[in-house]
């Protein structure tokens, strides 16, 4: 039986892709499971050296000169009130623009454009947005150092990608829910309101508390606002200087080993790594719940 070329061809193009696959997955694997390898062993670094300092004194005392006095009492405070306010700058802002660019934007090229830019923008580096805060917020509006500002520049920096999960929430939202309201008389903002929305509840709230996981770890773009690494009282006002504890750890890390300050950092690590691991935990909770529902 005579064999056809093609034939013999195309069976090599598949074998070809196929090892190109094969390889490309354990390429995967392997940069996988080196990346994971790396971030155990930081991990593990991390809580090995900075167990010893975690105490309760050490979360209620303000930040000191000797290293065994030192806490985190003002950081823990500065990012409540900086993570506070960006979610009331944020979410309205973010989940507005999502409604209205899903529900209620006409189809043309402005809108388009609009997309892609929020595309773009929730992939730009955090101390631009912290360039950005320093010359709007902090000398333009001559807000300085406070916490306001702060709150102004993450917000800037999270709402991108919060209009996206939104813009995600709301589209999956079955279109036969809509018609169906429609066609017993509800308006299209009533629609929105009293069905669209609460069906997408859970996909906004993650979107939200992912993004404010982001913002709690922020430190370059407030170190670009000029944001105090030493606070020695509670804030009271959105206008007074503020410390975080990301920039509380920076302050840590930068002094030198003998004075006994890398405890206190690898300590404060662990406390901002608890945090964001439990805000990602509440996301995953509220998605679940809801999509049991």
Do not use: C
Not at 1 to 10: D, E, Q, S, T
């Amino acid at each position: 039986m005579a064999v056809v070329p093609g034939k013999l061809r195309a069976t090599g193009s598949v074998a070809r892709r196929q090892a190109i696959s094969r390889i490309s997955r354990w390429i995967l694997l392997a940069a996988s499971l080196v990346g994971v390898g790396v971030l155990v062993y930081l991990a593990y670094d991390t809580i090995n050296t900075g167990a010893s300092g975690l105490s309760w004194d050490f979360l209620t005392s303000y930040p000191s000169r000797f290293a065994d006095r030192a806490g985190l009492r003002s950081s823990i405070i500065g990012s409540l009130w900086v993570l506070g306010a960006t979610v009331v700058l944020a979410f309205p802002v973010a989940v507005g623009t999502a409604i209205w660019i899903e529900e209620f934007a006409p189809k043309n090229p402005v809108v388009t454009v609009v997309k892609l830019n929020l595309a773009n923008l929730a992939g730009v580096p955090s101390i631009i947005y912290g360039i950005l805060g320093l010359a709007v917020f902090v000398r333009f509006a001559d807000l300085g150092s406070s916490i306001i500002a702060g709150a102004l520049t993450l917000a800037v920096m999270i709402i991108p990608m919060t209009v996206i999960a939104s813009q995600e929430a709301i589209r999956q939202v079955p279109q036969s829910l809509r018609d169906g309201s429609l066609a017993l008389g509800a308006t299209h903002w009533q629609t929105v309101r009293h069905h669209v929305l609460p069906q997408a509840t859970p996909g906004i709230m993650t979107g939200v508390i992912l993004a404010l996981s982001r913002a709690a770890g922020e430190t370059a773009a407030l170190i670009m606002l000029g944001a105090f690494s030493f606070i020695a009282w509670d804030n009271t006002s959105l206008f007074e200087d503020f410390t975080t504890v990301p920039i509380q750890i920076y302050n840590w890390t930068v002094r030198p080993s003998q004075q006994g300050f890398q405890v206190n950092a690898s300590a404060a690590i662990i406390v901002l790594m608890v945090a964001v691991l439990t805000m990602n935990l509440l996301a995953a909770i509220i998605r679940e719940r809801f999509r049991q529902e």
